[in-house]
């Protein structure tokens, strides 16, 4: 069992999401306005190693076809993250005009995933839904730590600085499995 099953403290590293304003909705995110990967690569360079800890997964566009793979796993593993999530997911960004995902992004996603996994990395895995566990579970192995669930109403989030990931159990999987809350639900008093 791995120790994000036995409930240690995860954290998805988002650096993309402070050049949003404040309070937007998670939509805004999944919009070509700006360059994810880039944020996440400039962002590296100023984090302090200390301060990365074992279950910190990167916030990675998989489906960027201007990305240097190899420069983001080199700057990640200089950073002391060992960890990547697709985020946002695929199943989010691209849809046809039906509204429906589209496989081709969640394939290109998949493959992505399992390069950054034969690299060492570990991954969580976002999904829109229980239909996409079975190609993740099979593709990441054990290197899949988990999955989020992010449902097409999650893009009705508001964002904050702080957003927590919060556990849902093991639903349809043997993996534990995380969804994100609203970030003013996550501005919880001390």
Not at 2 to 9: E, F, L, N
Not at 81 to 98: D, L, T
Request: net charge negative; proline share 6%.
């Amino acid at each position: 069992m791995s120790d994000i099953a036995k409930g240690a403290q995860l954290q998805v590293y988002a650096p993309s999401l402070r050049s949003l304003p404040e309070g937007s909705l998670l939509v805004m995110a999944t919009l070509p306005i700006l360059d994810w990967n880039e944020c996440l690569l400039r962002d590296l360079l100023t984090l302090d190693k200390a301060t990365s800890a074992p279950h910190v997964y990167a916030a990675i566009l998989m489906i960027d076809p201007f990305a240097c793979w190899e420069d983001i796993a080199e700057s990640l593993k200089d950073a002391g993250i060992i960890g990547v999530a697709n985020f946002p997911p695929a199943s989010m960004i691209e849809r046809s005009a039906a509204g429906v995902p589209v496989d081709a992004g969640q394939e290109l996603e998949l493959r992505r995933m399992e390069w950054f996994t034969s690299h060492g990395f570990k991954a969580l895995f976002a999904i829109a839904s229980d239909s996409e566990i079975t190609a993740a579970e099979k593709r990441l192995g054990s290197q899949l730590d988990g999955l989020i669930h992010l449902p097409a109403e999650a893009l009705t989030r508001t964002m904050s600085e702080e957003m927590e990931l919060v556990s849902l159990g093991q639903h349809g999987s043997s993996l534990p499995m995380f969804a994100l809350l609203d970030g003013t639900a996550s501005k919880r008093p001390a």
